[in-house]
């Protein structure tokens, strides 16, 4: 007898809450402008951007951006929580995607078999000539390919 009684003051809970969300959404929309008339929206250019004039607009204005430095380019890139401070774990979550691709079979550890291959694949990659030796503008060359 208690949980049919529950269950029913449960329904009419969630039943008031949809009403009250329901009759919510319904103030908004009458509070919405109306759309602009078909004529006034079309202009003899299809492809013309709208323009915005100055003396119409209201509000605050947008806020002006700084120039951001490289240096802080790459602290923004390690502080995911963006609280101006670096912890290990964040600095370490960014390795993560390397890790994954050098361990082969997904178990969560790198054997020195998984890091061989991969390194003397990426050295066979970057070793252009094939004389066994890695050149500086080899080096470049295939950085500026990974970059691509």
Same mark, same amino acid.
């Given at each position: ?9 449960? $329904? ?20 919405? @402008? *109306? @759309?602009? *008339? ?7 250019? @299809?492809?013309?951007? *709208?323009?915005?004039?100055? %003396? +119409?607009?209201?509000?605050?204005? *947008? @806020? ?5 430095? /490289? ?7 390690? +502080?995911? =929580? ?5 912890? /290990? ?10 890790f994954r691709k050098l361990d082969a079979d997904g178990n969560n550890l790198l054997t020195f078999e ?9 050295? $066979?990659?970057? +070793?252009?000539?094939?004389?066994? =030796?890695?050149?500086? $503008? ?9 970059? %691509?």
């Open positions: 007898m208690n949980r049919l009684l529950l269950g029913a003051f449960g $329904a009419m809970v969630l039943l008031a809450i949809g009403l009250f969300w329901l009759e919510g959404r319904a103030q908004v929309e009458e509070g919405a @402008p *109306p @759309p602009a *008339p078909l004529e006034a929206s079309r202009s003899a250019d @299809p492809e013309a951007l *709208p323009t915005a004039f100055a %003396q +119409d607009a209201r509000g605050v204005a *947008p @806020p002006e951006v700084d120039e951001v430095t /490289r240096d802080q380019s790459r602290f923004f890139r390690l +502080d995911r =929580n963006r609280d101006g401070r670096v912890t /290990r774990n964040e600095m370490l979550s960014t390795r993560t995607n390397a998984e890091w061989a291959v991969t390194t003397s694949e990426r050295f $066979a990659e970057m +070793d252009s000539s094939g004389d066994g =030796n890695v050149t500086l $503008a080899e080096t470049a060359a295939f950085y500026r390919r990974q970059d %691509q």
